[in-house]
DNA sequence: TTATCCGTACTATTACATATAGTACAATCA
DNA sequence: TGATTGTACTATATGTAATAGTACGGATAA
């Protein structure tokens, strides 16, 4: 279900919520799905329990999943409440992102299309 | 001429490379300036030596700055050579931003409107 | 030449985060 | 009940970050 490069400088924990949030924001996994119990995941990565734990408390903590005990942990159906603070960091990145690409020579008018292709519309 | 945050989780040196790299970018540091002697920043900063030093080392393994021993260390003028594996990082970035922006239900048009603030013309 | 400043390269040490291993407990459900 | 779930906790090993200190060669001005 996952792949991990357990040789990058990323810590697994980390690797795994950019992973399963790509899933969740694709939506590959959809609302309410369940996820993998944390025994099985780490039996499937072969990597310990705690750390996908870890991983899920951290997404559960951003909103994009909540777990209960006994039963599971799945896909949060809504949007986290507050956008706004996430908003902004993604803002942020983006101009950044932007300002790197102009310093690298990228043309503006090719930015704006490339930009296109990601979007839908 | 810095500063840091030292109670982030991010480590010294990689907030030093990101700020360099931002008034790079910006253009506030311009081709063949001097940046400031390890040792000289390291007491502005009041942190050790050998951190700016690293910071250096990997602004100038990114190829942002260059050193000569004995000289000082400088803005690289010309962008780096090869920006095709710098670009493709920057457009993953990029991507993963964006459908993060829509999940979080911003309007494809007012993405493209809030990107073109930013970039000239 | 000498003194000084520059980048650079080491060693050693401390502190912290990551990841693992193991145990335990309460809630859920067949 | 028994099995599975999330959760919490301790302990340990490992790697990275950061510090402290020392040292060397190149560049430059007195």
Do not use: C, W
């Not at 990323?10 to 993998?36: F, G, H, N, R």
């Not at 209960?68 to 949060?76: A, C, E, N, T, V």
């Not at 043309?107 to 519309?121: A, F, S, V």
Request: hydrophobic letters at 40%; aromatic letters at 6%.
């Amino acid at each position: 279900m996952f792949e991990l490069d357990l040789r990058s400088r990323a810590p697994i924990y980390e690797q795994l919520v950019e992973k399963i949030k790509e899933l969740i924001i694709s939506k590959v996994l959809k609302p309410d799905e369940q996820l993998p119990a944390v025994r099985v995941l780490a039996g499937e990565l072969t990597i310990n329990p705690n750390t996908i734990q870890k991983a899920y408390r951290e997404l559960e903590h951003q909103g994009y999943i909540y777990s209960i005990p006994g039963k599971g942990s799945f896909i949060r159906p809504a949007v986290p409440e507050d956008n706004t603070a996430r908003m902004q960091t993604l803002e942020n990145e983006l101009s950044r992102i932007l300002s790197e690409m102009l310093y690298l020579g990228m043309p503006p008018r090719n930015i704006i299309t490339r930009i296109k292709t990601l979007l839908p519309e």
